[in-house]
Each structure stands twice: as C-alpha cells, then as structure tokens.
T-cell receptor, first 112, second 113 residues
C-alpha cells in the first residue's frame, strides 16, 4: 500500500462546477499536510497548507480528518485556469528532516 | 525574499556519460535541501536530502550521488548515466525546524539516449 494515495482521475468538469479530491495517508504520525498544484512540464507549486480546523483560500477549501487519515481539496466555481495536476503531500515533521511524501496526483481538466 | 535556481532546464545525455545538476538557494540560511525525480506521468520520488553542509542522506540506492559543498548549494551527480535515469529532476528547499512546505526549482528535464 502506498503511503499517500490519490484518485488519479482524470476529472473532467465544466467551468463553474464544484469538484473535490480526496487523499489518504497511511502513517498516523504524519504531522503536516499540503496541496500542491503542478502544471504540465512545470515544477509543483504550493497551493495551500491543510490545517486541522480546515482552511479556505478563495475558491479553495482544504480539510483534514486525522481519525480517518485523509485530506480533501474542494474547488468551487472552477475556472479554465484550474486545469492542472493536484498533488497531496504529507510531511513527517522536523524529526525526519522535513521529508515529505507525495501522492501521484489527481488530474483536473476544466472545460468551457 | 528567497529564491531557488536550478540549471540546466533541459539536458540530453548519452548513456554512460557523467551528470552534474546544480541548485542554489538565495535569501535564507541553513535550509533543508532536497533532490526529487519525477518519471513521466508519475509522482515525485525523493532521491537525496541534506540538513547541512556535507550532510547527505540517500533515500533510494542508485547510481546517483549528491553533495552540498556550501550552505546554499546542492549538486546531483552521476559518473555513468543509465537510460532509466531519464526524468524530471527537481531541487527543493524548506526552512529547518518546522512543518513547512517545499519551494521547488524550475526543474531539469533529463533525457538519456
């Protein structure tokens, strides 16, 4: 079983749709969680951190469920520019040199 | 502000040739540094990380090596490239002591032919 698992998709949605991605992690000692966005043939870029209380940044909402060991990303009112691969990232914390484990990514295509 | 530079952007090398990829970080001190590789259509695989000068930890046994000769310089090397070394190589940094996200360099796309 992979340490971090994501539904690879692809998710094909029309503009304006709401779409949600889930990500599960296997290590209950994981300390911090992130969503990254990666455009085709580009480096990943940090989209948002995921906090225990849940957090929102504009159209994006991230949630963490430690009991069930999953995180989620909700995108409302999808834009064409949201088309990308979304990577779930789990960090084991400073005691592990801050190493992170990446999911393989979920591909989103937003269509006109 | 902090910036990370990685070069070259693209590289085509024959099998058996050496490799040297360089990464430098500006605007911070004593960062944690990382080398990742991403195969086509796949996720990121951690290759090496470093918490200080001369301190290198290897995550995956292979014919690659890494060095950190200066605080903000991280180098990925190989003496003899294999076809399987082709991929997208990404350098990243993060602050020490805390649960922070990475900042990645723009990557090197390596094709071994």
């Amino acid at each position: 079983r992979k340490e971090v698992e994501q539904d690879p998709g692809p998710f094909n949605v029309p503009e304006g749709a709401t779409v949600a991605f889930n990500c599960t992690y296997s290590n209950s000692a994981s300390q911090s969680f992130f969503w990254y966005r990666q455009d085709c043939r580009k480096e990943p870029k940090l989209l948002m951190s995921v906090y225990s209380s849940g957090n929102e940044d504009g159209r994006f909402t991230a949630q963490l469920n430690r009991a069930s060991q999953y995180i989620s990303l909700l995108i409302r009112d999808s834009k064409l520019s949201d088309s990308a691969t979304y990577l779930c990232v789990v960090n084991m914390g400073w005691t592990n040199a801050g190493k992170s484990t990446f999911g393989d990514g979920t591909t989103l295509t937003v269509k006109p | 502000s902090q910036t990370i530079h990685q070069w070259p952007a693209t590289l085509v090398q024959p099998v058996g040739s050496p490799l040297s990829l360089e990464c430098t970080v500006e605007g911070t001190s004593n960062p944690n540094l990382y080398w990742y590789r991403q195969a086509a259509g796949r996720g990121l695989q951690l290759l090496f990380y470093s918490v200080g000068i001369g301190q290198i930890s290897s995550e995956v046994p292979q014919n690659l090596s890494a060095s950190r000769p200066q605080d903000r310089q991280f180098i990925l090397s190989s003496k003899k490239l294999l076809l399987s070394d082709s991929g997208f190589y990404l350098c990243a940094w993060k602050e020490t002591g805390g649960n922070y996200g990475y900042t990645f360099g723009s990557g090197t796309r390596l094709t071994v032919v």
